[in-house]
């Protein structure tokens, strides 16, 4: 089997004034289909540069950068964003949905992308969130939804393309421990349905409930190990009463 990611010596380099700042300093990492990974690091650390070229938002200065099988480290802007639409789906910290639009609606929009007719994307963005619990509420603005429930329209929104990968920055930083807890058990749902998912994070509760831990320091990856996922599920169960 193919493995879905192949990064070779990615370097990133910014220039401030006169300064270089090394951003990513030569890091390399593989992901096979179907791991669960997350990626620690400090604010600084390069966790989120490299994130931004894994998701294929962002180039490296040098290094090569294999997505599904295809090298996409020198593509252009369009070509990048082909790859996005096809391969990709994405979770941010902020939710980022519309405010003016109903869940069923934001969870479409990559399906509006694509070119689908309107029947089919309803169709489809209906079943991506009856999966991640939010049937009843297809009909609501993100204003009436709790954070927990806008986060789970957003990974309704990255699922809803059938994506290879999810990446997610940061899907637990607005949120309490409690629904972090919960939104973690609904990634694990998701990856023991056989998706491959990739996040980054800066917070150890939280990346315990990975398969596989990657952190990062000063632009470079320190360690890199499997690991028992920690059950989200039973951490979300409240204990019965005695």
């Not at 957003?154 to 059938?162: L, M, T």
């Not at 997610?168 to 998701?190: C, H, I, R, W, Y």
Request: charged share 20%; glycine share 8%; proline share 4%.
């Amino acid at each position: 089997m193919t493995a879905l990611i192949v990064a070779r010596d990615l370097v990133k380099t910014y220039t401030l004034g006169d300064t270089e700042v090394h951003a990513l300093d030569g890091v390399s990492l593989t992901v096979e289909p179907g791991e669960f990974v997350a990626i620690m690091g400090a604010s600084g650390s390069g966790k989120s540069t490299l994130m931004n070229i894994l998701g294929c938002l962002d180039r490296p200065t040098t290094g090569s950068y294999s997505l599904a099988g295809q090298e996409v480290s020198h593509l252009d802007r369009a070509e990048l964003a082909a790859v996005r639409n096809r391969t990709l789906g994405f979770v941010f910290q902020s939710f980022n949905l519309l405010s003016r639009t109903t869940a069923i609606e934001n969870v479409e929009l990559p399906l509006v992308y694509a070119g689908m007719r309107k029947r089919e994307r309803v169709a489809r963005a209906a079943a991506a969130l009856e999966q991640v619990g939010l049937g009843d509420r297809t009909h609501h603005h993100p204003s009436q939804l709790s954070g927990g429930q806008q986060q789970r329209v957003a990974i309704a929104r990255a699922i809803v393309n059938e994506p290879r990968l999810v990446l997610a920055d940061e899907p637990t930083g607005n949120l309490d421990s409690k629904t972090s807890v919960a939104v973690m058990a609904l990634f694990q749902q998701l990856w023991h349905s056989g998706l491959t998912i990739l996040f980054v994070t800066h917070e150890p509760d939280v990346a315990r409930y990975a398969s596989r831990v990657i952190v990062v320091r000063d632009g470079r990856i320190v360690s890199d190990g499997a690991q028992p996922a920690r059950d989200a599920a039973l951490d979300a169960t409240p204990p019965k009463a005695a």
